[in-house]
C-alpha cells in the first residue's frame, strides 16, 4: 500500500512527537518548580548541610554522604526556579513542514 504525498506531510515523525511531549513535560515541571520560592531551595540546602555535620558526628557516615549530596541539587533548583521566574518561557516555536 502506496502513500501519497498529502498523508505522508500530514503524519507527523516520531522524533517530532518526543520533542513535544519532551516541551510538555518540561513545561510542567518548570510550572511546578516556579510556584516554590528560590529561598525555600535555599534553607533545603543549609539544613542538608547541618543535617549531614550532624550525622558525620554521630559516626553514620554513609547517610552524612547522603544526604550531604542533597545541597548542590537544591541550589541548582533555587537558582532554575529564579531564573524562570525572572524569565517568561518564549511562545512555542511551530516546525515549518516540508513537502
Known amino acids: 500500500m502506496k502513500m501519497t504525498d ?3 506531510s500530514s503524519s507527523t515523525s516520531p522524533l517530532t ?10 513545561g ?3 510550572h511546578q518548580i516556579t510556584q516554590v520560592p528560590a529561598e525555600t531551595f535555599l534553607w533545603g540546602a543549609f ?8 550525622l558525620r ?6 547517610g552524612a554522604l547522603f544526604v550531604g ?3 548542590p541539587t ?5 537558582v532554575y526556579s529564579k531564573l524562570a521566574q525572572l ?6 516555536k511551530t516546525e515549518p513542514e516540508f513537502p
Open 6 to 8: 498529502s498523508e505522508v
Open 17 to 26: 512527537e518526543c520533542k513535544q511531549r519532551a516541551a510538555r513535560l518540561g
Open 28 to 30: 510542567r515541571i518548570e
Open 47 to 54: 539544613c542538608s548541610i547541618g543535617l549531614s555535620l550532624t
Open 57 to 62: 558526628f554521630l559516626n553514620q557516615k554513609h
Open 69 to 71: 549530596q542533597w545541597a
Open 74 to 78: 537544591l541550589l541548582l533548583l533555587g
Open 87 to 92: 524569565h517568561p518561557p518564549a511562545p512555542e
